[in-house]
């Protein structure tokens, strides 16, 4: 006995060890973060709700168990299956071994109905914290919040308790065949000349009664099921629009009452043969009760849905449909979209140009797929660099509003040379990426490439975009631990043949100073390099959950994340935004999306949430964008030290807040048909809309929602805007468009733009065909593709210009690569990648090289406006040649004329060219691009006036 207990003292101590380093790592993480709070909250919940669920169980397992002991304590009618020739000693189980293999199992299960009742634990806060919604279902009249707070909270404990009830009566029963008050006599297989066997059970009267009470028990659980069902028919699919139907208000809701007091019969019928068991009568009973089911919840609603409602469907169901209309436009936030009549003028001008310049000059002739590629091409700089992808955002540059495209260089370890991909660099030294890419969404180069603003290493950048702070040490592809303040820098960034290296300063990262949390961290990331390592100092610092969606997913669960958190420039230092929503599924009457948000359907959604992430310290801020959604409010009140009010937020960051795409492509998705709220139509269909398609390379695709700046009709400035156009179902004609507007104090209003029905309004398929039939353009785009080059037709946007449209799309090059050619050439690869080779360092395979090599380059511009159409060199071409007006002339910067002396000869040119040289090499090997060509600009000069010396005394 002593050296069990020992065992079970040694097994609770391992348990407790291995607990608290599974939770200490999580505390100090937390509390570095000021979030401690919310960590105990959240373990807490999870470990009080799993306990209750467990207690519960365990409470009516071993009553009843109690109750069956005592009901055959000495009273067994024949021989138990724990006795001497009984079914369980046959196979060497003695009682005692009996009755502990029967407590593990009890255990066992307990132990696992707790933990997935412990994932439930936000579900309990948000019924005991909730807020009412100050608005009420149609039906019954209850506030919103009893829908989306406390009917999934009462449906789980309902299904909890049937479950419990049901292994109640299954383990019960198991311990009366253990004990002999339920038995199981004869039977055997069949044999020759002889007829299968079947066995018989029998059951003691005492056993009998129990099991009789706790059917008893079984029924008046789903008693209450019935009564909640009643609240349920609020999702129901059964009628011609979401939620509770004719037959759902008039014959289900009936016919669930009418349930529940055949339950309710039932369950006393039960109680009371529990005292003097009637088999006849019970069996009676439960037939009525099973005929009653199949009578009044399927047979009666299907001949009323069949012979009363379809005959006269929309007369029927009208109102049902109103309040599916209504609550799915609340639900969604459609009931605020402002509704406006957009006449489409088929005059546009020059001056009309002129007088929406900014929005011309903010037209994004840059996609984000072949601009990333480019990126990646001229900016990743190392091998070890990469770009996620591209941004979109809007910055006051030199005092005007420009729309640009950005993307973070981060730092890949992966991509590291495998000779230099050790536990050192991967951990320690490579910790960081540096800088970013920055370039406005309509200017080209003459090679066709992105003219960079933001750019290199270390980061050159226009004066109001500087960037003090460009280390990224927290972001979208930093997935590993790194530990910072060591014995050895960090690599800072590449500076010619050298590597800059530095000592970080900020306050990021949890302090392992202490040789018990070295253990720690060895133990949580299974590293025992953490523990021998002799880099760390008292000063040394983990970082840990680094990568953007795993850091704010870890904080608050419970919120749903944007797909694509975004890179700002902000006061010289770089910080991520994310979005995050409130949700729910159980808001009534409202359709449930096609759209998925990380695998979820939903029928209520809100942008309450914006999140702000310091690229270098890794501070979070969650800020309050609508402080009046009840959710969030809930979620407050369960974490009142998590968020923050919006006015918290800092100015510059407000500036960059921007509508989330993934929202506004499930409020498109519902709009299609949730625009038309007369319910005829409705019913009808008659005006459904659809998302359009566009030709993007040679593939057809659906149109993603897309950024611009334009002035909206009636208002006096341009703003940032998330637009997307709509055609009529099966039609290609364009019928309205939804923005969401993005800045403030507008922040998240949306207007819809309906076009005339009874004018054509060329859609973006029409506008497609027509540029595969225009002759021209399509022979140049054919010719294209026939040297060794591939087109690429960029994203197709309809640009609202005044009170009419233009279209716009680009057209990139991309060569074209063979296997052979790629073999046979490789590209040039960085110095230190050359030197992994030479020390036998595998290579990029062909197909790798192959996609490095992806340079695409912008060649023309399609442009088209009512039926007319043409392609350019560029977007002002295109448009001037469109409108048939001139293109205004550029402002002619006169060249930078270098001052030379009229005494010097032509020796001593010969010194200032050389200064000029040697200034231009310093500037060369500093990365200093910029400097770097005005001195061969200045070279060129001196060169220039020698030769003309020299060709005077010829």
Same mark, same amino acid.
């Given at each position: 006995m002593k050296k069990k207990l020992m065992i079970g003292f040694g097994l609770l101590v391992l348990i407790l060890i291995w607990l608290l380093a599974s939770i200490y790592p999580d505390w100090l993480w937390f509390?570095?973060?000021?979030?401690?709070?919310?960590?105990?909250?959240?373990?807490?919940?999870?470990?009080?709700?799993?306990?209750?669920?467990?207690?519960?169980?365990?409470?009516?397992?071993?009553?009843?168990?109690?109750?069956?002991?005592?009901?055959?304590?000495?009273?067994?009618?024949?021989?138990?299956?724990?006795?001497?020739?009984?079914?369980?000693?046959q196979v060497g189980l003695s009682g005692k071994s009996l009755n502990l293999l029967f407590i593990g199992v009890i255990l066992l299960i307990s132990f696992v109905i707790a933990s997935k009742?412990?994932?439930?634990?936000?579900?309990?806060?948000?019924?005991?914290?909730?807020?009412?919604?100050?608005?009420?279902?149609?039906?019954?009249?209850?506030?919103?919040?009893?829908?989306?707070?406390?009917?999934?909270? =009462?449906?789980? &404990?309902?299904?909890?308790? %049937?479950?419990?009830? @049901? #292994?109640?009566?299954?383990?019960?029963?198991?311990?009366? *065949?253990?004990?002999?008050?339920?038995?199981?006599?004869?039977?055997?297989?069949?044999?020759?000349?002889?007829?299968?066997?079947l066995p018989k059970i029998t059951v003691s009267l005492k056993a009998k009664k129990h099991l009789i009470f706790l059917g008893g028990i079984i029924v008046l659980v789903l008693a209450w099921?019935?009564?909640?069902?009643?609240?349920?028919?609020?999702?129901?699919?059964?009628?011609?629009?979401?939620?509770?139907? =004719?037959?759902? &208000?008039?014959?289900?809701? %009936?016919?669930?009452? @009418? #349930?529940?007091?055949?339950?309710?019969?039932?369950?006393? *019928?039960?109680?009371?043969?529990?005292?003097?068991?009637?088999?006849?009568?019970?069996?009676?009973?439960?037939?009525?009760?099973?005929?009653?089911?199949?009578?009044?919840?399927?047979i009666l609603p299907t001949l009323v849905q069949k012979f009363v409602v379809k005959p006269n469907e929309l007369a029927k169901e009208s109102p049902y449909i109103?309040?599916?209309?209504?609550?799915?436009?609340?639900?969604?936030?459609?009931?605020?979209?402002?509704?406006?009549?957009?006449?489409?003028?088929?005059?546009?001008?020059?001056?009309?140009?002129?007088?929406?310049?900014?929005?011309?000059q903010n037209i994004r002739i840059w996609d984000e797929r072949p601009l990333l590629q480019t990126y990646r091409q001229i900016q990743s700089i190392r091998l070890y660099y990469d770009f996620n992808n591209v941004d979109v955002d809007r910055y006051l540059i030199n005092n005007q509003l420009r729309q640009v495209m950005l993307a973070a260089r981060e730092l890949v370890v992966n991509q590291l040379p495998p000779q230099a991909n050790t536990w050192v660099n991967r951990h320690l030294i490579y910790t960081h990426g540096y800088g970013l890419a920055l370039s406005p969404v309509n200017e080209v180069t003459s090679e066709g490439l992105p003219r960079l603003l933001i750019k290199d290493l270390p980061p050159s950048f226009d004066a109001d975009l500087e960037v003090e702070r460009p280390e990224i040490y927290y972001g979208e592809k930093t997935d590993g631990y790194v530990l910072v303040k060591t014995k050895t820098k960090e690599f800072d960034y590449p500076k010619g043949d050298e590597n800059v290296y530095t000592i970080y300063q900020g306050?990021?990262?949890?302090?392992?100073k202490s040789f018990a949390r070295r253990l720690l961290f060895a133990f949580e990331f299974l590293d025992s390099q953490i523990l021998f390592t002799t880099y760390l100092s008292p000063e040394s610092r983990i970082m840990y959950n680094r990568r953007i969606d795993r850091r704010v997913g870890s904080i608050a669960p419970f919120l749903d994340y944007d797909g694509d958190p975004y890179l700002v420039v902000s006061g010289g230092k770089l910080y991520w935004i994310q979005d995050a929503y409130t949700s729910s599924n159980m808001y009534p009457y409202s359709r449930r999306s096609y759209r998925y948000l990380k695998n979820k359907r939903l029928n209520y959604i809100r942008n309450s949430v914006k999140v702000t992430i310091d690229a270098y310290n890794g501070d979070v801020c969650f800020y309050m964008v609508d402080e009046q959604d009840p959710l969030?409010?809930?979620?407050?009140?369960?974490?009142?030290?998590?968020?923050?009010?919006?006015?918290?937020?800092?100015?510059?960051?407000?500036?960059?807040?921007?509508?989330?795409?993934?929202?506004?492509?499930?409020?498109?998705?519902?709009?299609?048909?949730?625009?038309?709220?007369?319910?005829?139509?409705?019913?009808?269909?008659?005006?459904?809309?659809?998302?359009?398609?566009?030709?993007?390379?040679?593939?057809?695709?659906?149109?993603?929602?897309?950024?611009?700046?334009?002035?909206?009709?009636?208002?006096?400035?341009?703003?940032?805007?998330?637009?997307?156009?709509?055609?009529?179902?099966?039609?290609?004609?364009?019928?309205?468009?939804?923005?969401?507007?993005?800045?403030?104090?507008?922040?998240?209003?949306?207007?819809?733009?309906?076009?005339?029905?009874e004018k054509l309004v060329y859609g973006p398929m029409q506008i497609e065909a027509r540029v595969d039939q225009q002759t021209e353009?399509?022979?140049?785009?054919?010719?294209?593709?026939?040297?060794?080059?591939?087109?690429?037709?960029?994203?197709?946007?309809?640009?609202?210009?005044?009170?009419?449209?233009i279209y716009?799309?680009?057209?990139?090059?991309?060569?074209?690569?063979?296997?052979?050619?790629?073999?046979?050439?490789?590209?040039?690869?960085?110095?230190?990648?050359?030197?992994?080779?030479?020390?036998?360092?595998?290579?990029?395979?062909?197909?790798?090289?192959?996609?490095?090599?992806?340079?695409?380059?912008?060649?023309?511009?399609?442009?088209?406006?009512?039926?007319?159409?043409?392609?350019?060199?560029?977007?002002?071409?295109?448009?001037?040649?469109?409108?048939?007006?001139?293109?205004?002339?550029?402002?002619?910067?006169?060249?930078?004329?270098?001052?030379?002396?009229?005494?010097?000869?032509?020796?001593?040119?010969?010194?200032?060219?050389?200064?000029?040289y040697n200034k231009a090499r310093d500037y060369l090997r500093q990365g200093n691009w910029a400097e770097y060509g005005r001195e061969l600009e200045d070279l060129e000069k001196v060169l220039k006036e020698m030769s003309r010396i020299a060709g005077e005394r010829e």
């Open positions: 509390d570095k973060l000021t979030f401690s709070s919310i960590f105990w909250t959240m373990l807490l919940s999870k470990l009080g709700f799993g306990l209750a669920v467990w207690l519960v169980f365990i409470i009516i397992i071993f009553l009843n168990l109690y109750v069956a002991r005592r009901l055959t304590w000495g009273n067994a009618p024949q021989t138990a299956f724990e006795d001497e020739g009984g079914a369980f000693s009742g412990s994932y439930q634990w936000d579900m309990a806060l948000r019924y005991l914290y909730q807020h009412p919604f100050g608005s009420t279902d149609p039906i019954f009249n209850r506030d919103i919040g009893f829908y989306v707070f406390s009917l999934p909270f =009462y449906i789980s &404990v309902q299904n909890w308790l %049937l479950v419990f009830f @049901i #292994l109640a009566v299954l383990l019960t029963m198991g311990w009366y *065949l253990k004990r002999g008050g339920l038995q199981v006599i004869g039977g055997s297989p069949p044999a020759e000349g002889r007829p299968v066997s099921g019935y009564h909640l069902k009643i609240y349920n028919l609020l999702y129901s699919t059964q009628g011609p629009a979401f939620g509770a139907s =004719y037959t759902d &208000v008039h014959i289900r809701v %009936l016919a669930y009452r @009418i #349930l529940i007091i055949f339950s309710m019969g039932l369950a006393v *019928l039960f109680f009371v043969n529990a005292f003097q068991p009637r088999k006849k009568v019970i069996w009676i009973g439960v037939g009525i009760w099973i005929g009653a089911v199949v009578v009044f919840a399927t109103a309040y599916n209309i209504d609550y799915t436009r609340k639900a969604y936030n459609l009931g605020k979209v402002q509704e406006v009549d957009f006449p489409v003028s088929d005059k546009l001008g020059v001056e009309d140009i002129k007088k929406h310049n900014v929005t011309i306050r990021g990262g949890v302090p392992i969030v409010k809930t979620y407050s009140s369960i974490f009142p030290d998590l968020f923050k009010p919006f006015d918290e937020m800092p100015a510059g960051l407000k500036k960059h807040i921007r509508y989330p795409k993934d929202l506004f492509e499930i409020q498109v998705g519902t709009y299609t048909k949730y625009h038309m709220e007369d319910v005829q139509v409705f019913y009808n269909q008659e005006d459904l809309w659809q998302v359009p398609d566009e030709i993007y390379s040679d593939t057809r695709q659906e149109i993603k929602p897309y950024y611009i700046i334009i002035k909206l009709p009636e208002e006096e400035r341009e703003e940032f805007l998330l637009m997307l156009p709509f055609t009529p179902s099966k039609k290609d004609n364009m019928i309205g468009w939804l923005a969401a507007r993005s800045d403030l104090p507008n922040y998240g209003n949306l207007l819809a733009y309906k076009l005339p029905k353009i399509s022979r140049e785009l054919s010719l294209w593709g026939q040297r060794g080059s591939r087109v690429i037709r960029g994203n197709l946007l309809a640009i609202p210009v005044g009170e009419s449209f716009v799309e680009p057209v990139y090059l991309e060569a074209k690569q063979e296997e052979s050619e790629l073999t046979s050439t490789a590209p040039p690869q960085p110095r230190g990648f050359r030197e992994s080779r030479r020390r036998g360092a595998q290579v990029p395979s062909a197909v790798d090289r192959s996609r490095a090599a992806s340079l695409p380059e912008l060649k023309r511009v399609i442009v088209a406006f009512s039926n007319r159409l043409t392609m350019d060199e560029d977007l002002d071409k295109a448009l001037y040649n469109l409108l048939g007006g001139e293109i205004p002339p550029e402002e002619v910067v006169p060249p930078r004329i270098p001052e030379i002396p009229e005494a010097l000869d032509i020796y001593n040119l010969g010194g200032l060219a050389l200064e000029h």
